[in-house]
Nanobody, 115 residues
Framework: QVQFVEAGGGLVQPGGSLRLSCAASGSIFSIYGMGWYRQAPGKQRELVARIIGSGRTNYADSVKGRFTISRDNAQKAVYLQMNNLKPEDTAVYYC?????????WGQGTQVTVSS
């Protein structure tokens, strides 16, 4: 069974940067596409970025050019580099396979962008 543990969130000022990490357990990590998702208060969870196949990436329009998703199969880890953060990026961030599976949602990591 695969489990994901997110880390790296925190409080940052607008324009700042954070790097989120997601540690995976389980031996089948490398065969899945992976995604970073987020859920802001009062809103539905949304896909922020995904990495699939040979490393092809896609991003939500709201984060394109500011966020970068990457993965390290040897370390069973997925990362999300977030630059030029905006208050509207405030949310709990989760990693999961892509497409997501409900059994794999973890606790997430809180990102708060505020001055």
């Amino acid at each position: 069974q695969v489990q994901f543990v997110e880390a790296g969130g925190g409080l940052v000022q607008p324009g700042g940067s954070l790097r989120l990490s997601c540690a995976a357990s389980g031996s089948i990590f490398s065969i899945y596409g992976m995604g970073w998702y987020r859920q802001a208060p009062g809103k539905q969870r949304e896909l922020v970025a995904r990495i699939i196949g040979s490393g092809r990436t896609n991003y939500a329009d709201s984060v394109k050019g500011r966020f970068t998703i990457s993965r390290d199969n040897a370390q069973k880890a997925v990362y999300l580099q977030m630059n030029n953060l905006k208050p509207e990026d405030t949310a709990v961030y989760y990693c999961n396979v892509y497409p997501s599976l409900s059994i794999y949602w973890g606790q997430g990591t809180q990102v708060t962008v505020s001055s």
